[in-house]
């Protein structure tokens, strides 16, 4: 029998809450979707998005719904 039958008959007979538990743990091991460098580049852009909004240089929000119908349309 190989090691990942074994284990995932192992995981079989876990308990719901420990099920859980390894499921967190797991996830926690996979790969970050974005580097440590372009999150923080999102989040410099996020800050100056910010900044901009506060300083009055946002777009109107029913501008932004108007852009986002006539992109839907063009995709339609």
């Given at each position: 029998?190989?090691?990942?039958?074994?284990?995932?008959?192992?995981?079989?007979?876990?308990?719901?809450?420990?099920?859980?538990?390894?499921?967190?743990?797991?996830?926690?091991?996979?790969?970050?979707?974005?580097?440590?460098?372009e999150e923080a580049a999102l989040l410099a852009s996020l800050d100056q998005a910010a900044a901009e909004l506060d300083a009055g240089k946002g777009i109107p929000i029913e501008r932004v719904r108007e852009k986002i119908r006539g992109w839907a349309n063009y995709i339609l």
């Open positions: 029998m190989s090691t990942i039958t074994e284990i995932q008959e192992a995981i079989g007979r876990l308990p719901a809450n420990e099920k859980s538990a390894l499921a967190v743990w797991l996830q926690s091991q996979e790969e970050p979707l974005m580097s440590e460098a």
